[in-house]
């Protein structure tokens, strides 16, 4: 990273910081520049935080790291599901510290409401008539279409909004699914329920929701059919108060 610190003058400066020198003192001790000191630090986690008065080697810092990051993903735009899957390969981490944690679950809900009203962001890969040959042959060899999906960077809402309105393409799907039997698609996981009901609100429907969660709609039907309370709460969130 071109605003790395020189590892010596890195350490010198933690040093310092650890001891309790201000950062004036400690960057002068370490032959830096203090602008380069908080330049530095956009891009050092360890140094951000001791700057902000928290030894990076302390028990149970990992974790304020951790959570961190998923909130500057979430401030990123990326869907709860997404940002699990960035950081901690899709386990349900953050949805556990939701519920653990009601300051961390009101941090969420309040990054979320800053991106509500930021410019709409780039437009995702198109899903163009090269991406839709590899993805139909990645399906008619067994793959989901999850996995067939994320072989050509395009997420299932992208899919199944495409099959919706392209009658030509629901068929060539259903031709590929019947040249091979599928490759079930994994269920959905707690990260992946909690994009869904985070989209739900009135005047969304179910499908859309689903699809902006990356989750089947016909997974969602299934559980309201099979699971009374979960056909309860979505029905409050979509009705207006």
């Keep these: ?4 610190l020189p590892a010596r003058k890195r350490s010198t400066l933690f040093d310092g910081l650890r001891n309790g020198q201000d950062v004036a003192a400690a960057a ?3 032959g830096l520049d203090v602008r380069a000191v908080f330049t530095a630090a956009r891009t050092d ?8 008065g928290t030894d990076p080697d302390e028990l149970g810092t990992a974790g304020v790291i951790e959570r961190a990051e998923y909130l500057r993903l979430l ?12 950081l901690f390969d899709g386990a349900g981490k953050a949805s556990q510290w939701r519920q653990d944690d009601p300051v961390f ?8 409401e800053l991106g509500a009203g930021r410019p709409a962001p780039a437009r995702a890969p ?5 991406r839709r040959r590899i993805f139909l042959e990645h399906l008619e060899s067994g793959l989901s279409v999850t996995a067939a999906a994320a072989e050509v960077g395009i997420t299932t809402a992208v899919i199944y909004q495409r099959r919706k309105r392209d009658p030509a393409f629901a068929a060539a799907m259903d031709a590929a699914h019947r040249a091979h039997p599928r490759t079930p ?10 994009a869904f009901f985070g989209n739900l609100c009135p005047g969304v429907a179910l499908r859309q929701a689903a699809l902006a969660a990356g989750i089947r709609p016909e997974v ?6 099979a699971d009374r309370a979960f056909a309860h709460r979505t029905d409050q969130q979509r009705t207006p108060r």
Excluded: N
């Design 28 to 30: 002068q001790a370490a």
């Design 185 to 194: 698609d994994s269920a959905p996981a707690a990260e992946d329920w909690e």
């Design 1 to 4: 990273m071109p605003d790395a």
């Design 75 to 86: 401030a990123l735009g990326c869907t709860p599901s997404l940002a699990a899957q960035i």
């Design 126 to 130: 198109r899903f163009t008539p090269e």
């Design 105 to 112: 679950a009101r941090a969420c809900d309040a990054v979320k």
């Design 45 to 52: 986690t360890a140094l951000a935080l001791l700057l902000a």
């Design 220 to 225: 969602v039907y299934h559980r309201r059919r």
